[in-house]
């Protein structure tokens, strides 16, 4: 398939790039600067509006992954260009889709289990409502953004991305030093779930999604076990061979990150992949036991 890739050098785009292009894909990434290779580039500028919309004339799929990074203090400008740069950016592109006279088969667009706000234990497949809150609230005006593609007769997924762990950076990056140090543990009561995924899971549910016409609307990008926070810490120390018992109280990393700690790091979203899992995909790491020896044998010391 000849697939367009925005975000190709984040987190999950710089490793989807390759597994794609191993599978026989053609990519060509979405860039802000003048292309360097216009075979394998394309132009576009959402903070501008701007696109090369003849260069999307004839793909077979898009997968769309930029975005504001979700990491550091939430200040009102950080959360605007959060929200900004997820619903102007999938707007512009979601509306070019549309107009072109041969559109792709398939449009991707992320989005994340931030969806479900704090739900507690409550088990959350595809068909949950959306929660409360900053992160909920921009997920559902980032999902809302995408829809002229799909009224376009364009089949539509939203990727309701979990944590995703990859040696390369993101949450697990931020986690080991402290882990590694002796001085990781759980956060606040430690009871919240977290929803996970490797890095290589997301690479070939993807992969997944873009050859299996029958799934469309939103599509959980987790693993099938989530865990708690306790947990989950207490998996990645034993990992490392390290004790996992300095917890950070609730109100200290409310006092130090405000909002963002709130939504991302106290939050409970015990969200699985119903819909993944009932289409035939079958995930190489399942659970985090079998998870963390994998994805740590790939971290740099």
């Not at 026989?24 to 003048?34: F, N, S």
């Not at 070019?96 to 739900?119: E, H, M, N, T």
């Not at 050859?211 to 990645?236: E, K």
Request: glycine share 10%.
């Amino acid at each position: 398939m000849k697939i367009v890739l925005s975000g190709a050098s984040g987190l999950v785009g710089n490793g989807l790039t390759r597994h794609l292009a191993q599978q026989g894909h053609e990519i060509h990434a979405l860039v802000r600067r003048t292309p360097l290779n216009s075979e394998k580039e394309i132009y576009w500028n959402p903070d501008e509006n701007q696109i090369n919309g003849s260069a999307l004339e004839g793909m077979d799929g898009v997968i769309h992954l930029a975005g504001e990074n979700l990491s550091g203090l939430w200040t009102t400008a950080k959360k605007a260009r959060i929200l900004s740069s997820r619903k102007n950016g999938t707007l512009l592109l979601s509306r070019c889709l549309g107009d072109l006279k041969r559109p792709p088969q398939v449009f991707i667009s992320a989005s994340a289990v931030g969806y479900y706000g704090d739900r507690g234990d409550a088990l959350l497949d595809e068909s949950a409502g959306p929660g409360k809150g900053f992160l909920a609230d921009v997920c559902v005006e980032w999902e809302n953004a995408a829809l002229p593609a799909a009224k376009a007769g364009i089949r539509l997924i939203h990727s309701r991305f979990g944590i995703i762990l990859d040696s390369g950076g993101g949450a697990l990056a931020r986690l080991l030093p402290l882990l590694r140090c002796g001085l990781g543990g759980k956060l606040g009561h430690g009871r919240q779930y977290w929803s996970w995924i490797t890095a290589n899971d997301v690479h070939r549910a993807i992969a997944h999604l873009l050859l299996h016409p029958d799934l469309a609307g939103p599509v959980n990008v987790t693993a099938p076990q989530p865990v708690s926070n306790a947990v989950f810490t207490r998996i990645l120390a034993q990992g490392l061979h390290r004790p996992a018992v300095f917890a950070a109280p609730a109100f200290l990393l409310r006092l130090i990150l405000g909002d963002m700690a709130q939504e991302m790091l106290l939050s409970s979203a015990r969200a699985i992949p119903a819909k993944l899992l009932a289409s035939g995909f079958r995930f190489d790491q399942a659970d985090l036991a079998s998870a963390v020896p994998v994805v740590l044998s790939k971290t740099k010391k």
